[in-house]
């Protein structure tokens, strides 16, 4: 509408000036679509390299080191790690159990002892191992508790063995409360050597007698002259108590029996089959 309006303004016009009329009206262009532009093709990337890493030396990195001054030891505990080494202390083995049995006049069985004459009669086993070795052992409740192999020598029967006792007497100089924490008591831990000497000393002892009884002495070194060797007493040493020695007294109580009775109950057996081991 607007545009036939337009044309007939423009004819008046015309005949009014006397120009001829336009033959046609020009109309206004439309408007150009929108036409999106096509998207420029992107040339292809080249793919990009990877990082080039350097081999480098392998550094080792030790321990952090610190300033701080490490924390103080427990003396306790070093004492008692100290204690129980010397517990440890390897006792003596007689070379007599290393060779062929000897014979022993003393018969088997179930013993009284005692070492020391101020001392009541105690337990005391003989017994025979397998191998043929006479055995005698001193049990708990004696002065001394000792283990160790008998022998024939001549008109004597020899005794060579150990203490069995963890602190054997006087093989200590303090009670294992001042040893631990000698501010404890007035007693002070000193030259261990000699408790270790006592502890791993060779046992010697002679014995005289027939049947049923037998005395004899048994030489001991304890922690005062742990370091002197005794040596092995003679066949004529003089049976009697001393700083070196003790009297030793043997009584048969009853005869060990045959295997055979034993494994048909006659009698209980006389030996703990747990006896202690041979060191």
């Known amino acids: 509408m607007l545009r036939l309006l337009f044309a007939a303004v423009v004819f008046l ?14 109309l206004e262009p439309p408007e150009p679509a929108l036409i999106a532009a096509p998207e420029r093709a992107q040339p292809p990337r080249e793919p990009t390299p990877a990082p080039v890493v350097e081999e480098s030396e392998t550094v080792e990195i030790g321990p952090e080191i610190s300033d701080d001054p490490p924390p103080p030891e427990d003396p306790i505990l070093e004492r008692r790690a100290a204690l129980e080494a010397l517990y440890a202390t390897p006792r003596h083995r007689p070379a007599e159990l290393d060779g062929p049995a000897r014979p022993c006049r003393i018969a088997p069985g179930d013993y009284a002892c005692r070492v020391s004459e101020g001392y009541k009669l105690r337990d005391c086993v003989v017994e025979r191992l397998p191998s043929g070795h006479v055995m005698l052992e001193v049990m708990k409740g004696n002065l001394l508790e000792l283990r160790g192999v008998l022998y024939d020598d001549g008109p004597v029967v020899r005794f060579e063995g150990w203490p069995t ?38 046992v010697h002892a002679v014995l005289k007698g027939r049947g049923r009884t037998w005395n004899g002495v ?62």
């Open 13 to 26: 016009v015309a005949a009014c000036s006397g120009s001829p009329p336009p033959t046609s009206v020009p």
């Open 165 to 202: 006792a963890a602190r054997p007497f006087k093989c200590f100089h303090c009670q294992e409360r001042c040893f631990l924490d000698p501010s404890a008591c007035h007693c002070t831990p000193a030259q261990i050597e000699r408790t270790a000497s006592c502890l791993g000393q060779p």
């Open 218 to 279: 048994v030489i001991w070194r304890d922690y005062y002259d742990a370091a002197v060797h005794a040596g092995i007493p003679p066949r004529n040493v003089v049976f009697e108590d001393g700083l070196d020695r003790f009297k030793v007294l043997l009584k048969l109580r009853r005869k060990a029996q045959s295997p055979a009775a034993r494994q048909a109950g006659a009698t209980p057996p006389l030996f703990d089959p747990e006896s202690p081991a041979l060191p």
